[in-house]
Structures are given as structure tokens and as C-alpha cells.
Nanobody, 119 residues
Framework: QVHVVESGGGLVQPGGSLRLSCAAS????????IGWYRQAPGKQRESVAA???????NYADSVKGRFTISRDNAKNTVYLQMNSLKPEDTAVYYC?????????????WGQGTQVTVSS
């Protein structure tokens, strides 16, 4: 099992920035697809951004142009740079690490990091 740890959350004013980090244990990090999700109170968990093992990225419409996902395979870490933050970005942000092997999906989640956007 992969141990996943998110960090970098906090309280920020509207218009501000934060950078979240997702660190994963184990080997073969470069082969894994990584996704950031968020869950606001009373809402379902939603996908925010993802990056494949090959470096392809995709974003939710609500964060396009404001958030950037990147990875550093040497550090087993994925980042989510969040700019121009809005109050509606307030949520617990989770990292999901996925590895496909022989048609089997191995998925691990972190415990989440709280992001609060408020003046």
C-alpha cells in the first residue's frame, strides 16, 4: 500500500495563492497517475486536476487558468499551484495516486488538507 500525504493547505484571502503538495511513498512513482480532488461541506467530492504518468494534464472547468498541476518524479511529489483563489475553492483537498497493473487498478488516498479562502 502507498502512503500518501498532502500538505500546504491553510487560510488565504480571496485572490491569494497556495501550493499544495502530494507526496507518495513506494517505488514506480513515475508510472502513476495522480489526481487532486476536493470536497466542500455538504457537497460531493469532485475532481480538480489530474496528471498522468506521461505528463498530460486536465482540469475542472472551474479552476482552468487558475490552478496548475505538476509533478517531480525524483521527489515522488505532485504539486497543485492555486492562484486567484475564490471563496468557492474552500474545501478539503485530497490526493489520489493510481497505478494500473495487469488491468488492475491500485488506488490510494491521502487524508486531505484544508484550504479556506476567506477575508
Amino acid at each position: 500500500q502507498v502512503h500518501v500525504v498532502e500538505s500546504g493547505g491553510g487560510l488565504v484571502q480571496p485572490g491569494g495563492s497556495l501550493r499544495l503538495s502530494c507526496a507518495a511513498s513506494g517505488s514506480s512513482f513515475s508510472l502513476k497517475d495522480i489526481g487532486w480532488y476536493r470536497q466542500a461541506p455538504g457537497k460531493q467530492r469532485e475532481s480538480v486536476a489530474a496528471i498522468t504518468s506521461g505528463g498530460s494534464t486536465n482540469y475542472a472547468d472551474s479552476v482552468k487558468g487558475r490552478f496548475t498541476i505538476s509533478r517531480d518524479n525524483a521527489k515522488n511529489t505532485v504539486y497543485l499551484q492555486m492562484n486567484s483563489l475564490k471563496p468557492e475553492d474552500t474545501a478539503v483537498y485530497y490526493c489520489n495516486v493510481v497505478l494500473w497493473r495487469y488491468n488492475t487498478k491500485y488506488s490510494d488516498w491521502g487524508q486531505g488538507t484544508q484550504v479556506t479562502v476567506s477575508s
